[in-house]
């Protein structure tokens, strides 16, 4: 199926056979993250931009089809097919990346959430994923999340831009202007209220070409929940313990030490 893996400190990753078989252009906007960032939100908002707000592309074009995942076989194939301007996504680090992403001007868009909010939405995501061994329990899936090295570092790249993930809530219009003019992109109001009205939560979840409902059985166990759940920040709250929440932060403080950044969920 083109989905060979490797361990890097202690990590699941891809094969690198794309790093020398692709290369990156000015038109590529690529959304990096690691699991359940947000990857699939920001996919469906750069895709309304692209299409100027109109949700035709995103209601009739499965979405891994529409933004490839360029580290699987499949998807290096249909990124190489994909006639630009490409969005193109990773689940890397950055010392993985194709080599020619470093000498091109492609648009990196990095998308940050609160870790213990990953922690949950992971643990459910490897619940249904066939590729993930179903976890014991959340307290299980805790301490393996804890004890690995989740945090990859890498070089700083140029024409990168961060987003957090509470800030698409919170300010959504605002976050899909912002990400326009990061792009050079230029949205009408009407366009910009378009994109809006398509990628919400509840917009997403209905639509079956977003909502992964469409993925083969074989990949995904649909009996076992859903790809979309809630869409919200601070759901860890309603999962984790007083004793799991202090365990998370101290771990997470020696992870972040010398980093030299605040978060909102700080």
């Not at 979840?205 to 977003?210: A, R, T, V, W």
């Amino acid at each position: 199926e083109g989905y060979l893996f490797f361990l890097l400190s202690n990590l699941l990753f891809p094969s690198c056979e794309y790093k020398d078989r692709f290369v990156f252009l000015y038109l590529h906007v690529c959304p990096l993250t690691l699991s359940s960032l947000g990857t699939n939100w920001m996919l469906e908002i750069l895709s309304l931009i692209r299409s100027d707000g109109d949700p035709g592309w995103v209601c009739s074009v499965l979405n891994w089809d529409r933004v490839p995942w360029v580290e699987y076989g499949p998807g290096l194939e249909a990124a190489r097919k994909y006639p630009p301007p490409r969005l193109l996504c990773f689940h890397l680090p950055v010392q993985l990346f194709p080599k020619s992403l470093q000498r091109s001007k492609a648009k990196i868009i990095y998308t940050l959430r609160c870790p213990k909010d990953v922690v949950v939405s992971l643990y459910h995501f490897s619940r249904i994923v066939r590729l993930f061994k179903d976890p014991d329990s959340l307290d299980c899936f805790l301490e393996d999340f804890l004890s690995g090295n989740e945090p990859c570092g890498g070089r700083e790249l140029r024409h990168r831009w961060t987003i957090k993930f509470g800030c698409l809530p919170q300010d959504l219009q605002g976050s899909v202007r912002r990400i326009c003019h990061f792009l050079g992109k230029e949205l009408s109001e009407e366009q910009v209220a378009a994109v809006v009205e398509n990628v919400s939560f509840q917009s997403m979840k209905g639509n079956k070409i977003s909502n992964f409902s469409q993925m083969s059985d074989k990949y995904m166990d649909h009996q076992k929940g859903e790809f979309l759940r809630k869409g919200i920040c601070g759901d860890w709250r309603n999962h984790l313990s007083e004793a799991q929440s202090q365990r998370f932060d101290t771990v997470f403080r020696e992870w972040m030490q010398g980093l030299g950044m605040t978060f909102p969920w700080d």
